[in-house]
C-alpha cells in the first residue's frame, strides 16, 4: 500500500534477463520531496533499477508505483515528463547550448521559449550568454549543470540522478551538490541520487538505500552509513566489499 508521503514504491520487484537474477525482491519506498542517497557495489544492480524507474526497463514481476499510481498505467511520454535522469557522461548533441537545451521539447514538436530557456541557465548558475555557445566548448562541469538544466526543462516531480559528479574535480562537483541541494528546496524536488562516494551520500542524502548483489540490502537516515547494522554493509562501508 503506498501513501502520499512516498514518490516511488516497490512491491517484491524481480528483473531477470535470460537466466541471469540482476534484482531480487526489491520492496521499499523513496520518501517524497526529499534527497535519498542509493550506494553498493559495482553490479549491485542500482542503474538497473533507475531504468525500471522510468520506464526504460519494465521489472520481471512485482510492482512499482510512481506517485501512488502503478508505473503501467501512465504513458510513457507522461512518465518521462515525471521521472528526469540524469547520466554520468552529459551526453550532448551537436551545436549550440541552447540545442541541447530544447532537446526534451524538440522531440515532442515542441519549442523552448528564449525566457524559460534564460531561466533554466539561471537555475543551474549559467549565464544566459552560455546558450549561445557551441557544447563543445562547455567544461566538464557546465557540461553536466546543461544536463541537468535539459532533465528540467519538463519540470519532472523526480530526478534520477546517475553518478552524476564521479568525474568531475572536487569544485565542480561541489557547484553541483549545491544546485541539486538547491532544486529540491525550492521545487520541493525528490531526488535519488546513485554515488560511489560514500562521504557524499553521507552529507547530501536525507536517507540511503544500500544495494548489494541485486538485493536491498539496509535502509534508512544517510547516518547508517557511519553505524550500520547489516554486517555487509559493514564491510562495505569499511571498503572491503569493491
Not at 24 to 39: A, M, R
Not at 85 to 97: D, F, K, P, R
Amino acid at each position: 500500500m503506498t501513501t502520499n508521503l512516498e514518490a516511488i514504491r516497490f512491491e517484491q520487484v524481480h528483473y531477470t534477463v535470460d537466466s541471469l537474477h540482476i534484482l531480487k525482491n526489491i520492496t521499499g519506498s523513496f520518501p517524497k520531496g526529499e534527497i535519498t542517497t542509493l550506494v553498493g557495489p559495482s553490479g549491485a544492480g542500482k542503474t538497473t533499477l533507475f531504468r525500471l524507474c522510468n520506464g526504460l526497463k519494465s521489472p520481471s514481476s512485482g510492482e512499482i508505483y510512481i506517485h501512488g499510481k502503478t508505473i503501467n498505467s501512465y504513458d510513457p511520454a507522461e512518465l518521462r515528463q515525471n521521472v528526469g535522469i540524469a547520466l554520468q557522461n552529459a551526453t550532448m548533441i551537436n551545436g549550440s547550448v541552447r540545442k541541447n537545451l530544447e532537446l526534451p521539447l524538440t522531440l515532442q514538436g515542441k519549442a523552448l521559449p528564449q525566457k524559460d530557456a534564460e531561466e533554466l541557465m539561471h537555475v543551474v548558475g549559467l549565464d544566459k550568454d552560455f546558450l549561445k555557445r557551441n557544447s563543445k566548448d562547455l567544461s566538464g562541469g557546465q557540461r553536466q549543470k546543461l544536463s541537468i538544466a535539459r532533465t528540467l526543462v519538463n519540470r519532472p516531480k523526480i530526478l534520477l540522478l546517475d553518478e552524476i559528479t564521479s568525474s568531475l574535480d572536487r569544485v565542480s562537483q561541489q557547484d553541483i551538490e549545491k544546485l541539486i541541494g538547491q532544486i529540491n528546496q525550492e521545487y520541493g524536488t525528490t531526488i535519488i541520487w546513485i554515488t560511489h562516494n560514500l562521504e557524499q551520500a553521507l552529507t547530501i542524502g536525507k536517507y540511503t538505500w544500500v544495494m548489494m548483489n541485486g538485493e536491498l540490502i539496509e535502509t534508512g537516515t544517510s547516518d547508517l552509513l557511519r553505524n550500520p547494522e547489516n554486517d555487509k554493509v559493514k564491510r562495505f562501508v569499511k571498503g572491503e566489499v569493491e
